[in-house]
């Protein structure tokens, strides 16, 4: 008996000991592309502020689902809602950071960056049109170096991700008999190819099947050592991957040509741009029905624009441009008001 | 005192020796009611809960059905996505023939293990491969999917699809099955080998406790007219334990078609249908694993509706093989 009240007793002690001192948390749930990063981000921002952050990563597709049933405060997606979507569910949408998706390869003395690819040839390998890496047209982009005489085996994502949307977005881009056959989305009806599950199971896939070629996030090529191709950008230049380009590519980009800058980051102008580039997005209600917690969400953000861009090049994702969180912040400004019309963000550019 | 219980009388005798042991206390009669019920309670939920699962899956996916049709569902082999277009015959056909190679391997392997353990095997080595065997139920799915992708995916690709595709590679019937384009290693033959491995646990336990069963006599008699242990094994045990065989190898079939995490890993998640074994393919429950984090609307109708296939389909399974473990006669 006495042992059952200790327990009983520490128990008690452990749970009183936990209970948060400050603000209650804000929750979001969706995309798992930038995970990691709020991950991280909302650790260094309780231990400043005391909010915590709760975010479920359950998927583009299930952070749109939970936002639109109110369950959270703030969704999370990757591949962005269209105007209409917005407008019609009430929802204001911002991006918050940058990825690159890059093709990786693992072809017999292939060096890393060595391999030049263009996109027409990129999404003729996936249609399986281009099935040997001796093609003449691999080999045109590819002067000098020796190309096997084997298959092409095309590894794409199994699960339904954000990073095939931006993928496939590129390909419609710049083929048109991609865009008419397969189109773009978070699955595609893949002809040719294997699937791996997540970008470590493409990762893991390419790794073990010889002359594959795949597309992952630039941090999984990075932290896995594959060997990353170079691709060729609109203005005709060969870039390869690094955050630099990334940048370049959003540098670029006019962020109020679409609703809620949900523009498509693929194939940007620039001798610097790397082609394939996309963001990650939130959605939150324009008069949320509990608006000190939305509050709080636009101060996370807001904290994450000015002091988490180190965090994040840490994990390998790109920051937004500074020009870009402030368009942003004067959106929060005009955009989202509590039930007496007064803005919940400050909106003072830093 | 020499009491002549009946059918009849055994309430009398009841309350005769309570009554001579101690004083029939009103309480029992109450909590014996409220127990009843509780058990009651606890039978319907589960009830509740099985009809409850099969009516939201037939409501989720019932947009899908009535867009169309169950036969078209069912037999149609595109799964597109951005068209919006579901077929569900890939699929089921990558359960159906995973599941296959499964039994087929796992089937003869888990009867060896049964036959060695109750027949041949000395006693000091019962315990260690008894053991051995139930510990293969305990290892995690997911953990057989990341054993499959990094260790048994690359030998196969090595050992088996290099050699059989320099074998097979324009033979007929045999090249059409057996030729791999690519030799990954992942594929449904990989796929079915890991659920062999999934199953043999279930199908061996069963068939070893069955064989058990079997009067000590039976065996006995056998052996002192002169058969042989295989002669033994062939036309005594087996016959007798024939019944329940079948129904443990369903048990193992309910378990294979099932099966989500090892097979997603190792399936290669094509969402083709190939007329080779070492081609990539689905199975239902890899491709809802796949595809459901991300899907709305008509894409997730499609997804709930191929769950309600696969648990139809599992469901008739673990029925049959339920009945026919039932009718074990006992001596």
Redesign the interface.
């Known amino acids: 008996m006495k042992l059952h009240h200790a327990i009983f007793g520490t128990a008690l002690a452990l749970a009183a000991a936990s209970a948060p001192a400050a603000a209650a948390d804000i929750t979001g749930a969706g995309a798992?592309f930038p995970f990691p990063l709020y991950s991280k981000w909302a650790e260094a921002y309780k231990k400043e502020t005391g909010t915590g952050l709760n975010y479920q990563s359950?998927?583009?597709?299930?952070g749109?689902?939970q936002i639109k049933a109110k369950t959270v405060d703030f969704g999370a997606t990757d591949s962005p809602l269209k105007g209409d979507d917005l407008e019609k569910s009430g929802l204001v949408q911002f991006p918050t950071v940058l990825g690159g998706v890059v093709p990786i390869v693992n072809v017999q003395g292939i060096q890393d960056g060595q391999l030049k690819l263009s996109g027409e040839v990129l999404a003729d390998i996936y249609r399986g049109q281009v099935k040997k890496w001796n093609d003449p047209r691999i080999a045109e982009l590819n002067q000098g170096v020796s190309l096997p005489d084997a298959?092409i085996?095309p590894v794409y994502r199994?699960?339904?991700?954000?990073t095939t949307s931006i993928f496939t977005d590129y390909l419609s881009n710049v083929s048109a008999d991609w865009k008419q056959q397969?189109?773009?989305?978070?699955?595609?009806?893949?002809?040719v190819?294997?699937?791996?599950?997540g970008n470590e199971?493409v990762a893991?896939?390419v790794k073990?099947?010889v002359n594959?070629i795949g597309y992952v996030e630039y941090a999984y090529a990075k932290q896995n050592k594959m060997p990353v191709a170079q691709m060729r950008n609109k203005d005709g230049a060969f870039v390869a991957p690094d955050d630099k380009t990334f940048a370049a590519a959003a540098a670029n980009a006019d962020w109020n040509s679409a609703p809620g800058f949900g523009i498509s980051l693929v194939n940007q102008a620039g001798a610097q741009a790397w082609p394939i580039t996309g963001a990650t997005f939130i959605l939150v209600y324009k008069s949320p029905d509990r608006p000190e917690q939305v509050a709080e969400v636009l101060k996370f953000f807001d904290w994450a624009y000015k002091s988490g861009d180190a965090l994040a090049a840490d994990l390998d994702y790109v920051p937004l441009p500074d020009a870009v969180a402030d368009q942003v912040r004067g959106v929060w400004a005009k955009e989202i008001k509590d039930k007496s019309g007064k803005p919940l963000f400050p909106g003072n550019p830093s | 005192m020499h009491t002549q219980v009946t059918a009849g009388s055994v309430g009398q005798g009841e309350v005769a020796l309570s009554q001579a042991a101690s004083p029939r206390r009103p309480a029992l009669a109450v909590s014996d009611q409220v127990f009843r019920a509780a058990a009651l309670a606890c039978a319907l939920l589960v009830l509740t809960v099985l009809v409850g699962i099969l009516a939201s899956m037939l409501y989720g996916g019932w947009p899908v059905f009535r867009e169309f049709g169950l036969v078209d569902f069912v037999a149609g082999s595109t799964w597109d996505v951005n068209n919006d277009r579901y077929g569900a015959w890939p699929a089921i056909a990558g359960t159906l023939s995973t599941a296959l190679i499964a039994l087929v391997l796992g089937v003869p392997i888990s009867l060896g293990i049964a036959v060695f353990l109750t027949q041949l095997s000395p006693p000091w080595l019962k315990r260690p491969i008894g053991t051995a065997v139930e510990i293969l139920a305990a290892v995690p799915s997911i953990v057989y999917g990341m054993w499959g992708l990094f260790v048994l995916a690359p030998l196969v690709a090595a050992y088996v699809q290099v050699p059989l595709n320099q074998v097979v590679e324009g033979l007929p019937i045999v090249g059409t099955i057996l030729y791999s384009q690519v030799p990954s290693g992942t594929g449904i033959a990989t796929a079915g080998v890991i659920l062999a491995f999934m199953i043999i646990p279930f199908i061996a336990s069963v068939t070893r406790d069955m064989f058990d069963q079997i009067p000590t006599v039976l065996r006995e008699s056998a052996y002192g007219i002169g058969c042989t242990t295989w002669e033994v094994v062939r036309h005594v045990l087996v016959p007798q334990a024939g019944v329940s065989i079948i129904g443990a190898i369903m048990l193992g079939l309910g378990r294979a078609l099932g099966e989500t995490m090892a097979v997603t890993f190792v399936v290669g998640n094509a969402n083709r249908l190939s007329a080779s074994i070492f081609e990539p393919g689905s199975t239902i429950a890899s491709r809802i694993a796949n595809e459901f984090n991300e899907a709305l609307g008509l894409q997730m109708s499609a997804l709930i509706a191929l769950g309600c296939v696969l648990f139809v389909v599992t469901f008739v399974v673990l029925a049959v093989a339920r009945a026919l473990i039932a009718r074990v006669k006992v001596y």
């Open positions: 798992t359950i998927g583009s597709g299930g749109i689902r298959n085996t199994s699960d339904g991700s954000g397969l189109g773009t989305g978070t699955t595609v009806n893949w002809p190819g294997l699937g791996g599950k199971g893991a896939t073990q099947v594959a």
